[in-house]
């Protein structure tokens, strides 16, 4: 029998993995997220299973180890969170590197198509019955230029969309893909040219605040950015700035940069100390999300398959191909 610790769950989780996990698996649930104050409750485990806002630094493998934890399984696919050189050689690290790419891309374009026509605008209004179109004039998406960064799963299933609405299509990624349908620009011309820019690539040293107040400065005025991928991608100041003084003329944020201690929970009840999310959260041209985008029936039964897979894999060859390595 495999003991997992099950870190940061939500009812969803303990439904899905519940009703997959079979008869190898003992999981403990717990709804704290995994760091340094709660790491002891992995104690007398083989696995924690962790998500995307648990803290997963040298203190937590350090503790992780002692306590004889041989895998983190991370049922998500990035892994920014985990200090991977504390982990090389002594635990090992897996992930879900895709489950449904649909998820994601089909919520970015929910939140371009909400924002251009001013959908949450309008459905409070009428709910208060007033039936005024006033401010609710958006633009055609078809002939429109949305710059794509990251040309991935997501990215390329997000590109096909926006080729269905008609939309000229141009892309940026060190590394390109052959399923990619647009046309790959350099990343100071997708700044240029694009009447849209959403973001779906990974975190890291390199990409972290890639929209930044001098990004921002080179976008046409006006530009819609949308973030469905990681918060630190984009400087909050410096998009704060660029709403206010109209360079950017909307953005759909289902990330923050500081969403460790918001998303996911109800703080309906509370008052945010954050005065960034507040500030954008006020804002009538700006929609947040709290990490929704992955949240389908069909990608939770993709992250639960692939996270069992990865943990009997593991155990029961000693392998498994989802292993991140530190570089």
Same mark, same amino acid.
């Given at each position: 029998?495999?003991?997992?610790?099950?870190?940061?769950?939500?009812?969803?989780?303990?439904?899905?993995?519940?009703?997959?996990?079979?008869?190898?698996?003992?999981?403990?649930?717990?709804?704290?997220?995994?760091?340094?104050?709660?790491?002891?409750?992995?104690?007398?485990?083989?696995?924690?299973?962790?998500?995307?806002?648990?803290?997963?630094?040298?203190?937590?493998i350090d503790k992780l180890c002692d306590y004889g934890v041989k895998l983190i399984a991370l049922r998500c696919a990035g892994y920014n969170n985990v200090d991977l050189k504390a982990a090389r050689g002594r635990i090992t690290v897996v992930r879900v590197p895709a489950y449904s790419p649909h998820a994601v891309a089909e919520h970015s374009m929910g939140m371009i198509l909400t924002l251009n026509r001013k959908l949450h605008r309008a459905y409070i209004r009428t709910r208060d019955h007033n039936f005024s179109l006033e401010g609710l004039c958006g633009y055609d998406l078809f002939g429109k230029t949305?710059?794509?960064?990251?040309?991935?799963?997501?990215?390329?299933?997000?590109?096909?969309?926006? *080729?269905?609405?008609?939309?000229?299509?141009?892309? @940026? $990624?060190?590394?390109?893909?052959?399923? %990619?349908?647009? !046309?790959?620009?350099d990343i100071k011309d997708i700044f240029k040219e694009s009447d849209i820019i959403s973001l779906h690539c990974p975190l890291t040293k390199e990409d972290k605040h890639l929209i930044n107040e001098k990004a921002i400065e080179k976008c046409k005025k006006g530009v819609c950015i949308i973030n469905t991928s990681r918060g630190k991608l984009v400087d909050t100041s410096a998009l704060i700035e660029?709403?206010?003084?109209? *360079?950017?003329?909307?953005?759909?944020?289902?990330? @923050? $940069?500081?969403?460790?201690?918001?998303? %996911?929970?109800? !703080?309906?009840?509370?008052?945010?100390?954050?005065?960034?999310?507040?500030?954008?959260i006020s804002m009538p041209n700006v929609l947040v999300t709290s990490h929704q985008a992955f949240l389908t029936k069909e990608a939770l039964t993709g992250i639960s398959n692939t996270t069992i897979s990865n943990i009997i894999s593991f155990f029961n060859k000693g392998k498994t191909e989802n292993e991140v390595v530190a570089q």
């Open positions: 029998m495999i003991t997992v610790a099950f870190f940061d769950t939500k009812p969803y989780d303990k439904q899905s993995f519940e009703s997959l996990k079979g008869e190898d698996l003992n999981i403990r649930y717990f709804e704290n997220k995994l760091n340094a104050d709660t790491v002891s409750m992995a104690a007398c485990c083989d696995v924690v299973c962790a998500f995307v806002n648990d803290t997963i630094d040298k203190f937590v949305v710059g794509i960064i990251g040309t991935g799963k997501i990215g390329c299933v997000f590109a096909d969309i926006c *080729k269905g609405f008609g939309m000229k299509v141009i892309g @940026y $990624d060190p590394i390109k893909n052959k399923d %990619f349908c647009g !046309k790959y620009k660029g709403l206010k003084s109209g *360079k950017v003329g909307s953005a759909g944020l289902d990330v @923050y $940069d500081e969403e460790t201690s918001l998303f %996911f929970e109800d !703080k309906s009840d509370e008052i945010i100390e954050d005065d960034k999310i507040s500030t954008l």
